[in-house]
């Protein structure tokens, strides 16, 4: 079962697949659904790093990371800062 990771999370995007990671162990928590039932799931799966981790070891997903650009942070007043790109928004002209 393919997977990605996004930042400090796991999903697996596929629905069929998220309905049977999750009815082998109740592993992750469907996006949007609080209390899931298997037959309920109709989200993406969301898993902590941790069954990802134990999942991944069990040969029961793969895991890709995402290409997703992400916003950098500002660097610190520091004596050694590189240069980073940040991302800003305007209000308008």
């Known amino acids: 079962m393919k997977s990605e990771?996004?930042?400090?999370?796991?999903?697996?995007?596929n629905i069929e697949d998220s309905?049977?990671?999750?009815?082998?162990?109740?592993y992750g928590k469907p996006i949007g659904i609080p209390k899931p039932k298997i037959e309920e799931i109709d989200a993406?799966?969301?898993?902590?790093?941790i069954e990802g981790l134990y999942?991944?070891?069990n040969k029961k997903i793969t895991i890709t990371k995402s290409t997703f650009p992400?916003?950098?942070?500002?660097?610190s007043n520091t004596s050694t800062t590189t240069s980073v790109?940040?991302?800003?928004?305007?209000?308008g002209p």
Not at 85 to 91: D, H, K, Q, R
Request: hydrophobic share 45%; net charge positive.
């Open 5 to 13: 990771l996004i930042e400090n999370r796991i999903i697996v995007w």
């Open 70 to 75: 992400t916003a950098r942070r500002k660097p």
């Open 19 to 26: 309905k049977k990671l999750f009815s082998q162990g109740y």
């Open 44 to 49: 993406p799966l969301i898993l902590d790093l």
């Open 55 to 57: 999942l991944l070891e």
């Open 85 to 91: 790109p940040i991302i800003t928004m305007s209000s």
